[in-house]
């Protein structure tokens, strides 16, 4: 029927009637049930299907790729020419049983449904799984090769791992690397995941979790550092998508919030998300007011300064509405209402007691009387407390 409508088959089609040709005639309608238990729920949620069949077989077997330079990728349109050789028809086992490989299939696209909406692999909501979904968006997904691979990890494990990715992965987006070698890299890593969730122990198995983060991801995240750092220097309102923008703040404000209550466990970004991004120096200022600070900063753009991360904080929306076009010292009042401590500092940092958890967080906070181009990169600079 497709081809008839003059649409070439894909390489799902093609591993579908692949099946067929290993199964009876009288196991048809079986299989056809089952297939559908791949395919609909792909369609329901959205999901490209061949996209999920590559990381699919990126995450659980062992990949030559095609072509020359064997890279342990497959493309979309590899797909099925590298089922059909002997070897991976082996691996994959669908001549033996197509059912086993049907219903492997199926556990797979649950899982890489869960993953893309920010839940465990049981559809359970998780907040490492959740973190990172608020990270990558909708448009990123390599990161599922590595997710499928470890899905039979213990759950405390897994979520080390996912945290840990995030923490990769942040600087990854931040410096915005290029793609071209994280494929490879998750490919050949997923090899190792599996490798370690087969474990007999569970004490190995964090062993060489553990070496494994320290190995790539830690590693992978240090090499980026002078970059990253680079990077944040200039790091702006427009320099990412604004859904990224909004979870930077979000973990800044969120962070600051832990340490000023000495809570060691995060909680979810919503309520956080749900705040507004307040410019100190006004988004759409009064003509007189732009007029008068780059009258006194001669060499600086109110638009650029305006933009600059150390002049973003997040504010309630009836606070931010309040506060709207103020001079900082007007807007001083509304920002002590506010209920994140990370807003709240910039007017004051109260001294309670001594070496208390604000009393910390206060030594990586800074207080001002007034706005200018200087607070604003004094406001920017990550102390290195701060950092960790």
Not at 22 to 31: A, G, K, M, N, P
Not at 107 to 121: A, L, M, P, Q, T
Not at 139 to 158: M, T
Not at 195 to 203: G, N, T
Request: proline share 5%.
């Amino acid at each position: 029927t497709i081809n008839e409508r003059g649409v070439g088959l894909n390489s799902m089609d093609l591993l579908k009637n692949l099946l067929f040709t290993h199964v009876r005639q009288d196991q048809f309608s079986e299989l056809k049930n089952n297939w559908k238990k791949i395919t609909e729920p792909l369609e329901k949620n959205k999901e490209k299907p061949l996209r999920f069949l590559r990381y699919y077989l990126m995450a659980n077997y062992p990949v030559k790729g095609m072509g020359d330079k064997k890279e342990p990728i497959i493309r979309e349109d590899q797909i099925y020419d590298w089922l059909t050789i002997p070897e991976n028809a082996e691996l994959c086992g669908y001549k033996e049983d197509p059912f086993l490989f049907v219903r492997k299939l199926s556990e797979g696209v649950n899982c890489y449904i869960h993953f893309s909406n920010g839940k465990d692999r049981n559809g359970h909501d998780s907040i490492p799984m959740d973190n990172l979904r608020k990270l990558c968006g909708g448009a990123f997904s390599l990161h599922f090769i590595l997710l499928l691979a470890a899905n039979k990890l213990p759950d405390h494990l897994f979520d080390y791992l996912v945290n840990s990715l995030e923490t990769f992965l942040f600087y990854f987006i931040v410096t915005k690397s290029t793609t071209r070698d994280l494929e490879r890299n998750f490919s050949l890593w997923a090899d190792e995941l599996r490798s370690i969730s087969e474990l007999p122990s569970e004490a190995e198995k964090k062993a060489s979790l553990q070496a494994f983060i320290d190995k790539h991801l830690k590693s992978g995240a240090k090499d980026k550092l002078d970059e990253f750092e680079d990077d944040f220097k200039r790091f702006s309102f427009h320099s990412l998508q604004q859904y990224r923008i909004r979870y930077i703040l979000a973990k800044l404000t969120q962070h600051v919030d832990m340490a000023y209550r000495g809570e060691k466990k995060p909680g979810r970004l919503d309520n956080y998300l749900k705040l507004e991004i307040e410019h100190i120096l006004p988004d759409t200022p009064k003509a007189d007011f732009k007029e008068d600070f780059e009258s006194n900063h001669p060499d600086t753009s109110y638009d650029y300064m305006k933009n600059k991360l150390g002049n973003l904080t997040l504010l309630e929306k009836p606070i931010n509405i309040v506060a709207g076009r103020k001079y900082f010292e007007d807007k001083i009042p509304h920002y002590q209402q506010s209920g994140n401590y990370l807003t709240r500092s910039i007017v004051e940092t109260p001294q309670v007691g001594q070496n208390t958890s604000i009393d910390r967080i206060n030594e990586t906070l800074i207080s001002f009387d007034g706005w200018c181009a200087e607070s604003i990169e004094n406001r920017r600079h990550l102390p290195p407390k701060f950092r960790k």
